[in-house]
C-alpha cells in the first residue's frame, strides 16, 4: 500500500526551505536536508547526522523517502548487470549496466510497462501501470553508479533511456530527472552523456527543440515505410512518418544537433533494398547516423534477425549515402538485459 505521507524528495528547494520557515526554522536547514537528500543520498532521516534529533523527527512525522530497492541483481558473462528495481507501490521496473572499453553506461526505465504496443518487444506485453517519478528514475541511476564503482572500479559515464516505457510519454518526470542527474549538487554528469531514445513522439519532439534541451535524441525507427513501421509499431498510425519527420526536421533547424535512428532489421519484414532506400530518404536532411541493432528474439519467435546478407546491404547503401552507421551487438543476453528483453521475467 502507498504510504499516505508525502515523499520529501518531490519538494523542491524553496519548497523545503519554505517548510522549514512555516515550522518556525530557519530556511537554511532546508539546504541542509536538501544536500542530504539529494547529494548524499541519504535514505533514512536518520542519516542527517547534522540535524537535530527533534528536527529529524519532525521530518519522519511529516514525510517518508521513497527509495527504490534494488531487489534482485544478474551479473551476465559479459558484465553487464540487470536490476529487477522495486518501487515504493511494489512495482517492478529493471535497469540494466553496460560496461564497455572505455565507458559504462546506464540503462533506464521511464514507465512501468509501456504505453506503446511494439510486437517485437517484450516490455509492450505487461501495458503501462504508471509513470516513473522523477526520483525513481534518478534512483537507478545512482544504483547503477554504485555498481559501476564497485565492479568496474569507474563512475558510470553515460545514460540511455531505453528500459522500460516511453520516455516522451513521461516527459515532464524525465526532464525532472534529467536536470537533477546534471545538477552539481546532484549527479553533476554532462547532458551530452544523456540520450533520450523515442519511438517518435512529434509533438514533445518539438517541445523537446523549443525546451533547448541539451541532451542527446534517438529515435527507434525500424522502418522509414509507413505501411512496415504501423505492421510492427502500430502507434506508426498515429504518428505517422511524416508528422515524425517534420518533428525531426523542427529539432534539428534549432539544435544542430545529430540525430540517431536505432534500426533493427528483421528477416522478411524490412531487409530489402526499398527498405534501406526508404531509411535514406527519410534520416538525409540532416547529420544522422543509424544504429543497426542486433535482435534478441522475445518467446514466439515471429521476429528474427536478418542474415548477415541483409546487414552488409544497409551498411552499404547507407555509408554510399555518407549516413554514420554503426552495428551494435546485444549485451546481457544470457539474462534478458538486452534490447526489448525487460519483461520483469527475473
Ligand atoms: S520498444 Fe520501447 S516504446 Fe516500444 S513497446 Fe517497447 S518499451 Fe515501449
Known amino acids: 500500500m502507498a504510504n499516505k505521507k508525502k515523499d520529501v524528495r518531490a519538494l523542491t528547494k524553496d519548497q523545503l526551505r519554505n517548510f522549514f520557515e512555516s515550522q518556525g526554522d530557519k530556511a537554511f536547514r532546508g539546504n ?52 529487477a528495481v522495486q518501487l515504493h507501490d511494489g512495482l517492478v521496473v529493471e535497469s540494466v549496466l553496460i560496461p564497455a572499453k572505455n565507458r559504462t553506461t546506464a540503462c533506464v526505465s521511464s514507465q512501468v510497462g509501456c504505453s506503446l504496443d511494439c510486437l517485437f518487444c517484450a516490455t509492450s506485453r505487461l501495458k503501462r501501470m504508471r509513470n516513473l517519478n522523477p526520483d525513481e528514475i534518478y534512483d537507478q541511476v545512482v544504483a547503477i553508479d554504485n555498481q559501476s564503482r564497485l565492479y568496474q572500479d569507474r563512475p558510470l559515464s553515460n545514460i540511455v533511456f531505453m528500459g522500460m516505457g516511453e520516455p516522451l510519454m513521461n516527459y515532464n518526470n524525465v526532464i525532472k530527472a534529467i536536470d537533477k542527474i546534471t545538477d552539481v549538487e546532484g549527479l553533476g554528469m554532462s547532458p551530452r552523456r544523456i540520450t533520450v531514445s523515442t519511438s517518435g513522439v512529434p509533438k514533445i519532439i518539438k517541445k523537446m527543440a523549443d525546451d533547448e534541451v541539451k541532451f542527446k535524441l534517438a529515435v527507434s525507427l525500424h522502418s ?30 534549432k539544435t544542430k544537433s545529430r540525430i540517431t535512428y536505432e534500426y533493427v532489421i528483421w528477416k522478411g519484414i524490412n531487409d530489402k533494398r526499398k527498405d534501406v532506400d526508404a531509411l535514406v530518404q527519410f534520416c538525409k536532411f540532416a547529420p544522422s547516423k543509424v544504429n543497426l541493432i542486433e535482435y534478441n528474439p522475445i518467446d514466439d519467435g515471429q521476429f528474427q534477425q536478418a542474415p548477415d546478407d541483409a546487414i552488409n546491404m544497409y551498411v552499404k547503401v547507407l555509408e554510399a549515402n555518407n549516413i554514420t552507421v554503426t552495428i551494435r551487438r546485444s549485451r546481457g543476453k544470457d539474462i534478458d538485459a538486452a534490447c526489448g528483453q525487460l519483461a520483469n521475467k527475473s
Open 224 to 253: 522509414a515505410i509507413d505501411e512496415v513501421r504501423t505492421s510492427i509499431m502500430p502507434f506508426n498510425e498515429t504518428f505517422p512518418l511524416a508528422d515524425l519527420r517534420a518533428a525531426l526536421e523542427y529539432w534539428y533547424s
Open 32 to 83: 541542509q536536508v536538501y544536500e542530504w537528500l539529494w547529494s548524499k543520498g541519504a535514505h533514512d532521516f536518520d542519516d542527517m547526522t547534522n540535524v537535530s534529533k527533534e528536527t529529524r523527527q519532525m521530518l519522519e512525522d511529516n514525510f517518508v523517502i521513497n527509495h527504490i530497492k534494488v531487489d534482485t541483481m544478474q551479473r551476465s558473462n559479459d558484465g553487464t548487470v540487470k536490476n
